[in-house]
C-alpha cells in the first residue's frame, strides 16, 4: 500500500463518518414508527401493536438496507477509481471506510432508539397510542457497507483481469 499517504488515511474514512452521518440522520427523518395500543389487563397495562403493523419495521430496515448499500456503493465506486490499478489497496480502504460508517451509523441509530426509549410514556392509559420507538432490528444490516465495498473491488479485479490477461497468439503464416 505504497501509495496510500497519510492524508488518505484521515480523509477516506472522514468521508465516510461524515457520509454514515447524513445517512443516519435522513433514516431518523424517513424511518417510520409502529403505532402501538395500550391494552388493560389483570396485571397492569400492556403495550401491543395497534393491529399486524409490520410495514414500519420492515420499512425502517429497509431504508437503513437502501442508505448505507447506497452510499457504499457510491464511496466504493470511487475508491475503485482512485486505486484502479491497485485492488488491494482500494479493498483495504473501501472496507475500512465500511467498517467506519457502518459503526457511526449504528451509533447515530442506537442514540435515536434510547432517546425515543426515554421519551416514552410512563403512564399508559388504556386505549391511547403511542409510538414504538424506532431502531434497526436486523443487525446484517450494518455490514452491508463493508460487503458493498468488497464487491466492487471484486468487480474491480475482474475487469483488470479481462484487461491484462495475455491475448492468444495469431499465426500470420496459415491463411
Known amino acids: 500500500m505504497s501509495d496510500v499517504t ?4 484521515v480523509a477516506w474514512p472522514a468521508l465516510a463518518g461524515g457520509l454514515a452521518a447524513l445517512a443516519g440522520l435522513v433514516w431518523a427523518n424517513v424511518a417510520p414508527s409502529d403505532l402501538l395500543k395500550v391494552v388493560m389487563t389483570t396485571g397492569g397495562a400492556v403495550v401491543v401493536p395497534d393491529g399486524m403493523q409490520t410495514e414500519a419495521y420492515i420499512a425502517a430496515d429497509g431504508i437503513a438496507a437502501l442508505l448505507l448499500g447506497g452510499v457504499g456503493l457510491v464511496l466504493s465506486i470511487i475508491i475503485v477509481l482512485r486505486w484502479r490499478t491497485r485492488p488491494l489497496v482500494a479493498l483495504v480502504v473501501g472496507i475500512s471506510c465500511g467498517v467506519v ?9 442506537s442514540a435515536i432508539h434510547a432517546t425515543e426509549v426515554a421519551a416514552f410514556p410512563t403512564v399508559l392509559v388504556e386505549g391511547s397510542h403511542p409510538y414504538a420507538p424506532r431502531t434497526v432490528r436486523m443487525p446484517a444490516i450494518y ?4 460487503m458493498v465495498a468488497a464487491l466492487a473491488v471484486t468487480v474491480q479485479g ?5 484487461i491484462d490477461r495475455p491475448k492468444p497468439a495469431v499465426d500470420d503464416a496459415a491463411g
Open 158 to 162: 475482474v475487469i483488470l483481469w479481462v
Open 101 to 109: 460508517g457502518a459503526l457511526i451509523f449504528w451509533s447515530i441509530v
Open 6 to 9: 497519510r492524508r488518505d488515511l
Open 143 to 146: 455490514v452491508l457497507w463493508p
